[in-house]
């Protein structure tokens, strides 16, 4: 299968066209990750996002009473963006619970699609930050639950 076809059907790009996701593809690459494998640790310099095509990661942050799982996270799922956005270190780790597929996608590829497709690129960007915005309401509505106990 290419990597248009694991593309398709995904939330991220979703009302993207079959031909603008075969030019995202050619700036991903998909990578076999065994189980057990550490794909980034907390601290580490974020220069990737990743998508989870097959298999379940799981997320841990580091604290005084050690590792913690915050999540796993399975097909379909963007892992890493925060980082690779901002340079910022990682604020979690990510680890293979199973055998994955994932695709990935660079910082250094998404400046090449920005130079060479900028309205894609702009496409993609806005389609993360939708993503992104939902995330942040979730979490703001839990930290609210939270708060009201």
């Known amino acids: 299968m290419n990597i248009a076809d694991l593309l ?3 939330e991220l790009v979703q009302d993207f066209s079959y031909p603008e996701l075969q030019t995202m593809a050619g700036y991903m690459s998909l990578n076999a990750v065994p189980k057990g494998s550490v794909i980034f640790e907390e601290g580490d310099l974020g220069d990737f996002m990743l998508i989870v095509v097959e298999g379940r990661i799981a997320i841990y942050k580091g604290g ?7 999540s796993s996270e399975m097909k379909g799922r963007i892992i890493g963006e925060m980082a690779m956005i901002d340079r910022e270190r990682r604020s979690a780790s990510c680890v293979a619970e199973t055998d994955c597929e994932l695709l990935i996608l660079t910082s250094t590829n998404l400046k090449s699609l920005a130079l060479e497709h900028p309205m894609l690129a702009f496409h993609f960007m806005a389609s993360l930050a939708r993503i ?3 995330r942040l309401r ?3 509505g839990m930290m609210a639950d939270f708060l009201d106990r």
């Open 138 to 140: 979730r979490a703001s």
């Open 8 to 10: 398709d059907g995904l």
């Open 132 to 134: 992104l915005s939902r």
């Open 64 to 70: 005084e009473h050690g590792r913690q799982l915050l």
